[in-house]
């Protein structure tokens, strides 16, 4: 059984900081890319950040410069520091997992239940 646990979300002034937990259980970790979306109310769910199981990392041009994905393979955890927020940060920010498969065979994605992000003052 494959879990996601989100964790560490809140609600902060803006300017503040947040660091968002995701906790993995049931996959390989080390071979799972890893991300962060999230979605306001009334809109669509936007990536946020990716850092695949190689390491690499991408970014939502809004987010660049503010938040930094990392993992931890040894804790099968991925974080999102989350700096200098922002009102229009505010949203439900779900963790991915995703393992790329080779030979045609469809990749594997799954999704924790969500922590809420309010940025307000």
């Known amino acids: 059984q494959v879990q996601l646990v989100e964790s560490g979300g809140g609600l902060v002034q803006p300017g503040g900081s947040l660091r968002l937990s995701c906790a993995a259980s049931g996959i390989i970790f080390s071979i799972n890319d890893m991300g962060w979306h999230r979605q306001a109310p009334g809109k669509q769910r936007e990536l946020v950040a990716v850092?695949?199981?190689?390491?690499?990392?991408n970014y939502a041009d809004s987010v660049k410069g503010r938040f930094t994905i990392s993992r931890d393979n040894a804790k099968n955890t991925v974080y999102l520091q989350m700096n200098s927020l922002k009102p229009e940060d505010t949203a439900v920010y779900y963790c991915?997992?995703?393992?790329?498969?080779?030979?045609?065979?469809?990749?594997?994605?799954?999704w924790g239940q969500g922590t809420q992000v309010t940025v307000s003052s």
């Open positions: 991915n997992a995703n393992r790329r498969r080779i030979g045609g065979l469809p990749s594997q994605n799954y």
């Open positions: 850092i695949t199981s190689g390491g690499s990392t």
